[in-house]
């Protein structure tokens, strides 16, 4: 039996979702950068220190990041003892989890203002927003790199359960309020209107692999449901070739207002004493009902089949070989195409934080991020020092574990001239140095028009002055 052809689309798969930049958003460095306006992003009611700010349009904020759960390049890719590299299968499958998460975001935001009015502060952004997350567990890799005869040899079925596969393309219209309701605490909030554009969410993935001993041929149990909302349709399946083309027509796109969600971030602050402060929040509560373009897949029950020759994928004179590998993929799955619409929530961010005033100018603080998705927590832990050596200059240093992966160091800096402010944030400056240790890194900058600032009185004598 052929297998080479299931382990190249399932390395396809792998190497594609890993290549896109785009829906973790990790705030973790700028979350205590206050001159920055976006560092409310991760919570609402941490104020700006500017009385006033615009967004440079389209420059405000631009936002790349991705994470992995599971291996570095330098897990797979190792050097023998005359430093001559070579792939570690056994390595990398040790480096898993049960469950691994590849999670990538993209964010630019269009226009954004906001300010303050007396004990309040209001902000309005509009932003666009795209990503993708992919959920793998241990037997997917297991598969990809030993074959489907490995799970023969242990007498038992490959468990593909919780596989999932998500991109979502949406954009939106935020407005937030925050309020000093007492000297120590300060609460805030975020109404999020969502225009969904474009969508694949694998909603039901009940997976399990049997291999034939006296065959080698599969059984393939599933329980699968995909939904689509696209542009362009892809069904029916039956008639999709190698000539298919994905041209949308752009301005449709961009201008459909069918696929309508909300959501909320909240977010509190606590003054614990003069110097502690304590703050709590979560964003991205919420989803997105999709009714536009709308197409669902399924495919439930036992499939038995003997694979396909990878031969007929490359050496084809005809050039007909893609057509040739579908239909046969067709013969075999079942698969009920409906229109149904369906609503999809968006993941959910928990922030818990604790900050120490060294003095009015340094900070310490201390950043815990839990991620939910697919019914998994995946967490995130941050210490950053904070410092504002003048009111037109504010830094951040920061130590990051990212899924349990522990060579992250962040920077970030805002520099205001006049009312111009340029800002750039990195959750891992460590990954341009040494590549292969990458599990995790993220790109945020921007331009904003900035406002009278609000410096903390220093009411107590610093311990650390410049």
């Known amino acids: 039996m052929k297998r080479y052809l299931l382990k190249l689309v399932l390395a396809a798969i792998l190497m594609t979702y890993g290549a896109i930049s785009g829906f973790g958003q990790y705030y973790n460095t700028i979350f205590w950068l206050q001159g920055i306006p976006q560092s409310t992003l991760g919570n609402p009611a941490l104020m700006p220190q500017a009385h006033a700010y615009l967004g440079m349009p389209g420059l405000s904020s631009v936002y790349a990041g991705f994470g992995h759960s599971g291996f570095a390049p330098r897990d797979f890719l190792r050097k023998d003892a005359n430093d001559n590299f070579y792939w570690d299968e056994d390595y990398l499958l040790q480096t898993l989890k049960n469950r691994n998460l590849l999670d990538a975001d993209a964010q630019l935001e269009i226009f954004a203002f906001g300010f303050r009015a007396n004990s309040n502060y209001f902000t309005f952004n509009i932003a666009e927003k795209a990503g993708t997350r992919f959920a793998y567990p241990e037997d997917l890799m297991v598969l990809l790199l030993k074959g489907n005869d490995h799970f023969m040899q242990e007498n038992r079925a490959g468990n593909f359960a919780g596989i999932g596969l998500d991109y979502m393309h949406y954009r939106e219209f935020g407005l937030s309020f925050s309020r000093e309701w007492t000297d120590r605490l300060t609460a805030g909030i975020r109404l999020k209107a969502l225009q969904g554009l474009s969508n694949l969410w694998f909603e039901r993935n009940n997976l399990s692999l049997l291999t034939n001993p006296d065959d080698y041929g599969l059984l393939l149990n599933a329980d699968l449901l995909v939904n689509v909302s ?45 110097r502690f402060t304590l703050a709590l929040s979560a964003t991205d509560l919420g989803y997105i009902n999709w009714k536009q373009g709308v197409e669902n897949f399924v495919m439930k029950g036992e499939f038995e089949f003997d694979g396909i020759d990878l031969n007929d994928f490359f050496d084809d004179d005809a050039g007909n070989g893609f057509d040739q590998v579908l239909d046969s993929l067709k013969n075999v799955f079942d698969i009920e195409e409906t229109t149904f619409s369906y609503r999809q929530a968006l993941a959910p961010k928990v922030y818990a934080s604790v900050a120490f005033d060294l003095s009015p100018r340094h900070k310490l603080g201390l950043l815990g991020r839990a991620e939910i ?69 993220s790109a945020h900058l921007g331009v904003n028009w900035v406002f009278g600032y609000r410096p903390k009185k220093e009411d107590v004598v610093p311990s650390i002055v410049w």
């Open 230 to 274: 696209s542009p362009v349709p892809f069904s029916p399946l039956d008639s999709l070739n190698s000539d298919f083309v994905f041209q949308p027509d752009v301005f449709e796109y961009l201008t459909n207002f069918k696929n309508l969600g909300g959501a909320i971030d909240i977010g509190a602050t606590f003054q614990l004493t003069d």
């Open 373 to 441: 998705y697919n019914g998994q927590w995946y967490p995130s832990f941050t210490f950053s020092y904070n410092v504002r050596p003048v009111h037109a200059f504010s830094l951040a240093l920061s130590y990051s574990v990212v899924h349990w992966n522990y060579a992250n160091l962040g920077v970030g800096f805002n520099l205001n001239l006049g009312p111009l402010q340029f800002f750039m944030v990195s959750n891992n400056v460590f990954g341009a140095i040494q590549p292969h240790t990458v599990q995790h890194a």
